[in-house]
């Protein structure tokens, strides 16, 4: 078993041991998603990144915790492996993205 399938087995331990799957489908563990991004996003407001990440490192590390969480009980749910959707998602980005044309570009692959 790799390491991300015990985390997902440890984190739906969690949740199954306090009944809470009920209330986990698809639509809400999105939503749950993007909620704990924007409560990531908080720990930057008004501040530089160097800024909130001296003041705010902990909170930023328990956000980012919160969304890796709700991301994996989604690809469980779904019976997505999250190690393959990233590694396809990767492939996309290497065919959208090629270095000839990206490095050190910021435009989207689509102004390429």
Known sequence: M???ETLIKEINSFRD?????QFHNPKDLAL?????AAELLEN???????????TNLEDIKDEIADVLVYSLMLCS??????????????KKNKENYPVGKAKGNKAK????
Do not use: N
Not at 32 to 36: A, D, I, K, R
Not at 44 to 54: D, L, P
């Open 32 to 36: 749950s998603l993007s909620l704990e």
């Open 44 to 54: 930057f407001q008004w501040k530089t990144s160097k800024e909130a990440v001296q």
């Open 109 to 112: 692959y689509s102004e390429l």
């Open 77 to 90: 749910d779904l019976d997505v492996d999250p190690l393959k959707i990233t590694q396809a998602k990767l």
């Open 17 to 21: 041991e306090r009944d809470w799957r």
């Open 2 to 4: 790799s390491d991300i």
